[in-house]
């Protein structure tokens, strides 16, 4: 990852986003110096972000490339040069993912919070109510016992309830 | 001097040792594109900061493209120029510059002067790919000589490059990090709150339109179409001898007569000489000198004319406020002359009268302002405006400037000699002044009117000149750095001059923040020096105390030089400034 240390992560990983946590981090350490460092890291950072949120085209992919490309070639120094790193290993990689953010509008990982729809499956709910006690916003309801219903309009998509079912009842797109 | 082999795109060339890539390039006649570099080898002036990366260029062997512009060759050096990975990395340099950059080219005021919009012309961008945030920072228009626009900022950093390296102020700095980063003061204080001389040097390299001077044709408009006030201008030296840049003719022409005529079509009702305040300011000067010489004065004396270089000395050498002669410049005397003698003359109320200067200067809008240069709450000079400002004001009266007949300027305040006129360059003052000292101490009339001891380029220059039994010791600043080593000389108590003459910009006025851009190149500045010099030699007249309008204003009014009432209209003092 850019530095060339090496960090391990699960599926709930979203590769597009961690390409993004790198290039905050390049971002909060550029100078400001150079123009590619300062403006073009701050581009891919925005490409990133639109992509992430589910509003990135095909486009977007050819113009991280070349910003990438760009970047590593003309930076004045060490930072600036292995910023595009991260984005360009990631596509190289884990093209897939980003095809899935811009194509069908999901985050495989689910860590992408605007792309994420949590829903509940009906078949394995047993109506605990573990998820109603701890969701933020009170967007699950239903009784005891019975099948709980997400609300999509409500829902934030923090994900605690996926974390707080114990029977799988909680899916992430 | 070791000579290097290199390579660029196939052609092999010899380098000397030490030379850069894009040097090296334009021996081949390849023109590399360049934002931030600046390099004014004579004035010592050079920004390599390397910092747009719109100049690279690939370097066999190396990973990474580099900055032909700060990259200096070595032997054996394969260098390609042309290859699409070059031409791709300048241009995204370019389109990334313009992704963070107002879109109001049409409306800017370097509209046409830009050296980012000539690059996007050059490059062929008919497109910005990259959108996203802008800076978005408020206009600092604090001062009466500049405006400060962060937004259009592209940090070359030539700016800071003059403020701090070689005007020494150390106004202009990068201020934030990162994305937020602009070149302004510390703690981002306004421009009128720093010790900013207004020099305006900043502006005269600014590639954009992040530093301007303050545009005051307006008010020169509204003053013009008044039918009250009686309008009169008065014109620099300097500017004879650069405007007709703004209109497309060649750096060095003179265009006195064409720039008196455009005058009066704008309307001025009288057209005066800065340099009849010139000359004035000579017999001032000069009694003041031998006055100094003669009755154990404070030595050197420095001269005065320069307001950025008053007001560095009021900031940054507060203790020695006593040194510099207490002459107001050439355009605030001309304008207390206009207000009090003119108006007695023509016999007007003084506030009916508005004095314009055009100035190649920022600074002197500053000076204009300065409230020990009023008198009756009624200013010297009521408006400054550029030798740039007169260029568009006459390009918005559809002026053929080029086809303008020749004109004399106004009786009885615009006669001058060739003495005023070398003002507008380094040297030229104290040579003026010699010229009239000589002949004051001597009582001999002085045959060789031209010291060519104290001409050039150089950043400090000493000349001696033998006037009878004494040895002047003269010598000669430009730039404020160069200034600095001068005083710092006097407050150490080396210095051995009798006299110094300082001018804040490089090469003099004829360099100043107002003058037509020079956009890097030195030979327009030399040439207007060579306009400057040329104009002197067209001169009937060459020392100021033979004026024969100087002499019935003496005459007439003033009395003798440093008289009573001289003091009180042609002098004035100093006040210690804080230095932030």
Known sequence: ?173 | MKMLNIKINNLDLQVPEGTTILDATKQVNIKIPTLCHLNLHEFGIVNQTASCRVCMVEVEGRPALVPSCSEICTDGMVIRTDNIRSITARRMAVELLLSNHPYDCLVCAKNLECDLQALAQELGIREIRFKGEKMNYPKDTSSFSLVKDPNKCVMCRRCETMCNDIQTCGILSAVNRGFDVFVGPAFNLDMVDTSCTYCGQCVAVCPTAALTEVNNTDKVWDMLNDPKKHVVVQVAPAVRVAIGELFDMPAGTISTGKMVSSLRGLGFDAIFDTDFGADLTIMEEASELIHRIQNGGRLPMLTSCCPAWVKFFEHQFPDLLDIPSTCKSPQIMLGAIIKTYYAEKMNMNPDDIVVVSVMPCLAKKAEAARPELTKDENSNVDIVITTRELGLMLKEAAVDYAGLPESDFDSILGESTGASVIFGTTGGVIEAAVRTAYEWITNETLEKVEFEQLRGFEGIREGHVQIGDLNLRIGIAHGLGNARTLLEEIQAGTSHYDAIEIMACPGGCIGGGGQPYHHGDMEIIKKRQAAIYQEDRNKVLRKSHENPYIKKLYDDFLGKPNSHKAHELLHTHYVPKEKI
């Not at chain 1, 950072?45 to 589910?54: A, M, N, S």
């Open chain 1, 1 to 173: 990852m850019g530095s060339g240390g090496m960090i391990v992560m699960d599926e709930d990983d979203c590769m597009v986003n961690i390409a993004k946590f790198y290039l905050d981090f390049t971002q909060d350490e550029s100078c400001g110096k150079c123009t590619p460092c300062r403006i073009g890291t701050k581009r891919m950072y925005e490409i990133l972000d639109k992509i992430t949120i589910g509003e990135g085209t095909m486009e977007d992919i050819t113009k991280l490339r070349n910003l990438g490309k760009m970047i590593k070639d003309s930076a004045l120094c060490g930072l600036g040069q292995t910023a595009p790193n991260p984005v360009l290993s990631t596509l190289e990689y884990f093209y897939d993912e980003y095809l899935a953010h811009i194509q069908d509008k999901r985050c495989p990982a689910g860590a992408c919070k605007a792309l994420a729809k949590y829903k509940i499956d009906a078949d394995k709910c047993i109506g605990c109510t573990a998820c109603a006690r701890v969701c933020p916003v009170n967007c699950i309801e239903g009784k005891p016992k019975q099948k709980h219903v997400i609300d999509a309009e409500k829902c934030i998509a923090c994900g605690a309830c996926y974390t707080a079912c114990k029977f799988d009842a909680v899916i992430r797109p």
